[in-house]
């Protein structure tokens, strides 16, 4: 997106470039974020923080590798000093780890701000159906073996049934059963017919996030958003995101996928998918993380105005009491 409607995007070759062509505009934002996983990222913070008047933010779209990196010392784009400089800390998972990020790293206020989807993107469609299961999804070796449970071993217990694997990256040494169709690349903007094709979808989550729980992919968004029933392994928190069993199937066994795709009438399908879409409409759209940023922001900015005028009343009445109660 070189040139969106809604923002003005610069690109800079260097942190000295970046400081020398937009300090101003920094120094006058009324908030400035910085995400993880940027270029010298730990550099930029120590600079971000103290060239900037507005609420400084870190957003963390991998809070749990995040945390464990900052822990032993390893993380290559935030230190772990810079944590209690930032007025939020925004991240992609909640629950516990928001807790442990203000105990053991001083951040001062931990927040989920979580993925989204865009519903003018990611939409019902109405296509044929060419498979009973499908997933999307990079490869990765931590979510391998979730994805031959729920996925590959359900097709070899279902020769007459219809699957797909989309994504890149996978081994060239994989054996794929005979109905499961294997698809290196899906564009984004053939999600929606992807989704559509399938009578259910499958999400995998990867090891950090189900052990730290309360972080929904963006995949499970997107899928629901299309009002495509999903069936995904369990993790904590993720009731919290959808209702099992009635806006989302848990599984965590072969047996479980069989049996909820063996029970799945095209009335059941539609109706799932439907409340799925109807949650997602209402808490997880973009334009719903806009407000809660704007939100959290807020809540900054009214919270230091609040503070100065509570130390412009203590300097005017220091060393003697107030003639009447602050309150009146």
Same mark, same amino acid.
Request: with cysteine; aromatic share 8%.
């Given at each position: 997106?070189?040139?969106?409607?809604?923002?003005?995007?610069?690109?800079?070759?260097?942190?000295?470039?970046?400081?020398?062509?937009?300090?101003?505009?920094?120094?006058?934002?009324?908030?400035?974020?910085?995400?993880?996983?940027?270029?010298?990222?730990?550099?930029?913070?120590?600079?971000?923080?103290?060239?900037?008047?507005?609420?400084?933010?870190?957003?963390?779209?991998?809070?749990?590798?995040?945390?464990?990196?900052?822990?032993?010392?390893?993380?290559?784009?935030?230190?772990? *000093?810079?944590?209690?400089?930032?007025?939020?800390?925004? /991240?992609?998972?909640?629950? @516990? &780890? +928001?807790? %442990? #990020?203000?105990? !053991?790293?001083?951040?001062?206020?931990?927040?989920?701000?979580?993925?989204?989807?865009?519903?003018?993107?990611?939409?019902?469609?109405?296509?044929?159906? *060419?498979?009973?299961?499908?997933?999307?999804?990079?490869? /990765?070796?931590?979510?391998? @073996? &979730? +994805?031959? %449970? #729920?996925?590959? !071993?359900?097709?070899?217990?279902?020769?007459?049934?219809?699957?797909?694997?989309?994504?890149?990256?996978?081994?060239?040494?994989?054996?794929?059963?005979?109905?499961?169709?294997?698809?290196?690349?899906?564009?984004?903007?053939?999600?929606?017919?992807?989704?559509?094709?399938?009578?259910?979808?499958?999400?995998?989550?990867?090891?950090?996030?189900?052990?730290?729980?309360?972080?929904?992919?963006?995949?499970?968004?997107?899928?629901?958003?299309?009002?495509?029933?999903?069936?995904?392994?369990?993790?904590?928190?993720?009731?919290?995101?959808?209702?099992?069993?009635?806006?989302?199937?848990?599984?965590?066994?072969?047996?479980?996928?069989?049996?909820?795709?063996?029970?799945?009438?095209?009335?059941?399908?539609?109706?799932?998918?439907?409340?799925?879409?109807?949650?997602?409409?209402?808490?997880?759209?973009?334009?719903?993380?806009?407000?809660?940023?704007?939100?959290?922001?807020?809540?900054?900015?009214?919270?230091?105005?609040?503070?100065?005028?509570?130390?412009?009343?203590?300097?005017?009445?220091?060393?003697?009491?107030?003639?009447?109660?602050?309150?009146?």
């Amino acid at each position: 997106m070189p040139s969106p409607p809604f923002c003005e995007t610069a690109l800079y070759e260097s942190l000295d470039d970046l400081f020398v062509h937009h300090q101003q505009a920094i120094a006058e934002a009324d908030a400035v974020v910085l995400g993880s996983y940027v270029t010298d990222g730990s550099r930029l913070a120590q600079r971000l923080l103290t060239a900037t008047r507005g609420v400084r933010a870190f957003y963390d779209i991998d809070t749990p590798i995040t945390l464990r990196a900052l822990l032993d010392g390893t993380c290559s784009y935030l230190s772990a *000093r810079d944590v209690p400089s930032f007025d939020l800390y925004l /991240s992609f998972s909640g629950g @516990p &780890v +928001l807790q %442990r #990020l203000e105990q !053991e790293l001083g951040a001062r206020h931990a927040e989920p701000l979580y993925c989204s989807v865009d519903p003018r993107l990611y939409y019902p469609i109405e296509t044929r159906q *060419r498979w009973d299961l499908g997933y999307l999804g990079t490869y /990765s070796a931590d979510r391998q @073996p &979730v +994805l031959d %449970r #729920l996925l590959l !071993e359900p097709a070899r217990r279902r020769p007459d049934a219809t699957f797909i694997v989309a994504g890149p990256q996978y081994p060239d040494d994989l054996s794929w059963p005979h109905n499961v169709t294997r698809r290196e690349h899906v564009a984004p903007y053939e999600h929606c017919d992807f989704y559509a094709s399938q009578r259910a979808t499958l999400n995998v989550t990867r090891r950090d996030m189900v052990e730290a729980g309360y972080s929904p992919s963006v995949r499970l968004f997107e899928a629901a958003a299309c009002g495509i029933p999903i069936i995904s392994d369990t993790w904590p928190g993720i009731e919290s995101f959808f209702v099992p069993g009635e806006e989302i199937l848990l599984a965590e066994t072969s047996s479980d996928v069989t049996r909820h795709l063996a029970e799945l009438s095209e009335q059941k399908r539609r109706a799932i998918g439907a409340r799925a879409r109807a949650r997602v409409l209402r808490e997880h759209t973009a334009a719903r993380r806009a407000e809660q940023l704007e939100s959290l922001v807020l809540g900054v900015l009214n919270a230091r105005r609040r503070a100065s005028a509570l130390a412009r009343v203590a300097e005017r009445f220091h060393g003697r009491p107030p003639e009447r109660d602050l309150d009146d």
